[in-house]
């Protein structure tokens, strides 16, 4: 059964510093892995799919890459904003039905 | 533009009542998901359907069900015998071409 972890559960950062969120799974025979952002109240935001066959994926200042044989994602944050304060969750697929596997999340505080 | 609706935002539940979600999609995506979200638990899934008029249980089904009568709608309703329904339930929808999430904004459910 696949799992997913997300460690640490909550980082704060001052404004302007790049990061990295890290994202680990157990079983590496996944389809794609994709990471979402979500506001408190709010629903989920596709902010990148990697597809199996891919290391990475590239979206403004934000930059995912995937090494299935380590079973580790991360996402990388350049110049961090306090509006980048939110839940980044990542989610493997694997498996039949499409069904994703969750993390539990890291809350990211950027201090102005 | 394309997306996923969810309604109502706030739902508020009487015990021994059943109430029913809504979900919308005019993505055109087979594949329809529900899931329920409790602080520090992550999502888990309740149910998910792959094709119009059939759907699987998922890891939390006990005390929900479903129809997915229209390849767009896939309405969730919770029921009496759900004993701690209180959570944000949020419905997402996907390819069967494995091309990621797109998820609702959320309902979130309180049980007075």
């Known amino acids: 059964k696949q799992e997913v972890t997300q460690i640490p559960a909550a980082l704060s950062v001052p404004e302007g510093e790049n990061l990295v969120l890290n994202c680990s799974f157990t079983?590496?025979?996944?389809?794609?892995l994709q990471w979402f952002r979500q506001d408190p109240g709010k629903g989920l935001t596709s902010l990148l799919l990697i597809q199996s066959s891919q290391r990475e994926q590239t979206s403004g200042r934000l930059n995912a890459s995937l090494d299935k044989s380590s079973g580790r994602s991360t996402l990388y944050i350049a110049a961090s904003q306090p509006g980048d304060s939110a839940t980044y969750l990542c989610?493997?697929?694997?498996?039949?039905?499409?069904?994703?596997?969750f993390g539990k999340g890291i809350t990211l505080s950027v201090r102005p | 533009d394309g997306g996923i609706t969810q309604s109502p935002k706030y739902l508020f539940r009487k015990e021994g009542q059943n109430v029913t979600l809504s979900c919308e999609q005019n993505l055109n995506h087979d594949a329809m998901y529900w899931y329920r979200q409790d602080p520090g638990q992550g999502l888990r899934l309740i149910y998910y359907?792959?094709?119009?008029?059939?759907?699987q249980k998922g890891d939390i089904a006990e005390g929900y069900s479903v129809s997915r009568e229209k390849k767009e709608s896939f309405p969730l309703t919770v029921t009496s015998a759900q004993k701690n329904p209180t959570a944000f339930y949020l419905c997402?929808?996907?390819?069967?071409?494995?091309?990621?999430?797109?998820f609702g904004s959320g309902t979130r459910l309180t049980v007075v």
């Open positions: 359907s792959q094709i119009v008029n059939d759907f």
């Open positions: 989610a493997a697929d694997t498996g039949a039905n499409s069904k994703l596997t």
């Open positions: 079983d590496s025979a996944i389809y794609n």
């Open positions: 997402a929808s996907s390819t069967t071409a494995r091309g990621g999430y797109t």
